[in-house]
């Protein structure tokens, strides 16, 4: 089983930075892309950014976050970060990490969720 925990939220004020990290750990054969993705209160979830086998430096993100947030990661640890500067308040969010992996003695990639950190920007 693949397990993926998401750290680092909190609250800052407008105009700060928080960096999230996320970990997925488990029988993991290889993980094909990792994503972070954000859901508001009484919104649906929407994606923020994506990259596709960590440390091979494809991602991409949804505009409302394009320059200021940055997708990273170690291939090594199994780790993806979110390193978001010159937050809004309108980030705020319950953060959640996605990873899609092929697990040990599998032939098929699935999708594995974090429970989620909450991020809160204050105006």
């Known amino acids: 089983q693949v397990r993926v925990v998401e750290s680092g939220g909190g609250l800052v004020q407008a105009g700060g930075s928080l960096r999230l990290s996320c970990a997925a750990s488990?029988?993991?054969?290889?993980?094909?892309?990792m994503a972070w993705y954000r859901q508001a209160p009484g919104k649906q979830r929407e994606f923020v950014a994506h990259?596709?086998?960590?440390?091979?430096?494809?991602?991409t993100y949804a505009d409302s976050v394009k320059g200021r947030f940055t997708i990273s990661g170690d291939n090594a640890e199994n780790t993806v970060y979110l390193q978001m500067n010159s937050l809004k308040p309108e980030d705020t969010a319950v953060y959640y990490c996605?990873?899609?992996?092929?697990?040990?003695?599998?032939?098929?990639?699935?999708?594995?969720w974090g429970q989620g950190t909450q991020v809160t920007v204050s105006s």
């Open positions: 488990g029988r993991i054969f290889r993980i094909n892309a």
């Open positions: 996605n990873a899609v992996a092929v697990p040990g003695g599998s032939l098929y990639q699935s999708n594995y």
């Open positions: 990259i596709f086998r960590i440390g091979s430096g494809s991602t």
